[in-house]
T-cell receptor, first 111, second 112 residues
């Protein structure tokens, strides 16, 4: 079935550097969600994107949905140690309206 | 958090033993999901319920796994018999009408 491919798998950054994770699909997505999971924690919903070309911001986090609705990105400006965790995208797969999760990108921030 | 209670939070058992994981969601949800998370396979959807009815259990790895939802406030995931490769974090999640899923804290299972 349809899957969302997420890259990179891991990203090490120095505190203060920017970070971006990408989700790509071979088919058009109806919507895409982003979740964050802290080490030892559970996934927590961050945001949902629905419209083509949509851009949403949450403080230092910027979420984008591609014009073709086949890709999405999460960008963090000036990372902090509190940003450490795994960021997942999730999107409905095939004919289902139930989202399938990507493999996630683990962000490691070095102080 | 939407209020999903999972128990136990940690479980250590021996191979061959039966394991029962529990989920108590708050009221007002329409869907309930069970996920398994491992380093190797990531976050996998095992089964989900809509209004307490199992809709898709294609993610359940084997017949050793079973799940029930006798009412809107309770669901169980059972593994019988358990095997070391079942070691993982098991999450219960709910949806409350919209698209967002709210996850419980998870049960960390170790099968020796």
């Amino acid at each position: 079935g349809q899957q969302v491919m997420q890259i990179p798998q891991y990203q090490h950054v120095q505190e203060g550097e920017d970070f971006t994770t990408y989700c790509n699909s071979s088919t058009t997505l109806s919507n895409i969600q982003w979740y964050k999971q802290r080490p030892g924690g559970h996934p927590v919903f961050l945001i949902q994107l629905v419209k083509s070309g949509e851009v949403k911001k949450q403080k230092r986090l910027t979420f984008q949905f591609g014009e073709a609705k086949k890709n999405s990105s999460l960008h963090i400006t000036a990372t902090q140690t509190t940003d450490v965790g795994t960021y997942f995208c999730a999107a409905p797969s095939g004919g289902s309206y139930i989202p399938t999760f990507g493999r996630g990108t683990s962000l490691i921030v070095h102080p | 958090d939407a209020g999903v209670i999972q128990s136990p939070r940690h479980e250590v058992t021996e191979m061959g033993q039966e394991v029962t994981l529990r989920c108590k969601p708050i009221s007002g949800h329409d869907y309930l999901f069970w996920y398994r998370q491992t380093m190797m396979r990531g976050l996998e959807l095992l089964i989900y319920f809509n209004n307490n009815v199992p809709i898709d259990d294609s993610g359940m790895p084997e017949d050793r796994f079973s799940a029930k939802m006798p009412n809107a406030s309770f669901s169980t995931l059972k593994i019988q018999p358990s095997e070391p490769r079942d070691s993982a974090v098991y999450f219960c999640a709910i949806r409350q009408g919209g698209e967002t899923q709210y996850f419980g804290p998870g049960t960390r299972l170790l099968v020796l």
